[in-house]
């Protein structure tokens, strides 16, 4: 199910929102190998409403694009759609595309895919630098990927591609799945490389509203303010369950973060 861009943003601003991390790579926000569509009128849409689009994140999970794309046209072709990404990001005023490693085949080894990742995202980092954008990599679940779904294995990609473009982000969710913790990903990366986080409850699985899972959203926050964390906290309420009046799921979600926030 899918809402039209014009519901999304008018319920942003009926909450007060002033950034988004837009989802791109779908009817409402198209973009492919080839190309993407006019960005103007997107622009006009969020400025007429005071709204930022700090990241942006093309869809890497439902398509046949992905980031260790195992056969050469296909590494291409999605090469090719994650630079355009960056460019469309950039038309939009983005800093950041949000990523991951990629999978490849199951029966296929770590080293195998996790090479390709890496070329992927060093030649990714090169149009990243001329259009002055980052790359933020999340982990993913053991159900997603064998080449990114733990901490380690992310600072593994992230040591291969070495690039000042190349950084990481939180994802809570992937991250408790592997059990994992907040700090655990800031003692490895240090503040300076976390650039982005979905920030959502869970228990550990799920993108819950705020108090619907079994996270402490005050020592959460805690722990990314003690870090020095700066960057936007995208809410990611995915679970289905919310698919029906996505306005109230957030806010109801924007109302857990404000209680906290008195």
């Known amino acids: 199910m899918e809402y039209n861009r014009e519901y999304c943003t008018n319920s942003l601003e009926k909450l007060g929102g002033t950034k988004v991390e837009l989802l791109a790579g779908h009817p409402g926000l198209w973009l492919d190998h080839k190309g993407f569509e006019d960005t103007r009128p997107i622009r006009r849409m969020l400025e007429d409403r005071h709204i930022q689009c700090p990241v942006i994140t093309p869809e890497n999970c439902e398509f046949a694009y992905q980031y260790a794309a195992p056969e050469k046209e296909q590494f291409e072709r999605s090469f090719q759609y994650f630079a355009n990404g960056i460019r469309m990001g950039a038309e939009l005023g ?11 085949y199951w029966n296929e080894s770590f080293d195998e895919g996790i090479k390709r990742a890496a070329e992927m995202h060093s030649r990714l980092c090169e149009v990243a630098e001329e ?6 990599c999340e982990s993913l679940r053991p159900q997603e990927s064998l080449i990114g779904e733990t901490l380690g294995k992310v600072k593994t990609l992230f040591d291969m591609v070495n690039h000042p473009r190349f950084k990481a982000m939180v994802d809570l969710t992937a991250m408790a799945v592997s059990g994992e913790s907040i700090q655990d990903w800031f003692d490895v990366f240090g503040t300076e490389n976390i650039i982005h986080a979905h920030f959502v409850d869970g228990n550990p699985y799920g993108h819950l509203v705020w108090g619907e899972g079994n996270r402490n959203l005050q020592k959460d926050l805690e722990v990314m303010i003690a870090n020095g964390y700066q960057g936007v906290y995208s809410q990611e309420l995915t679970d289905a369950s919310y698919f029906a009046d996505p306005y109230d799921v957030d806010k109801r979600n924007v109302w857990s973060l404000f209680q906290y926030a008195e």
């Open 94 to 104: 983005a800093k950041i595309l949000m990523a991951n490693s990629g999978w490849g």
């Open 131 to 136: 259009y002055d954008m980052y790359i933020a």
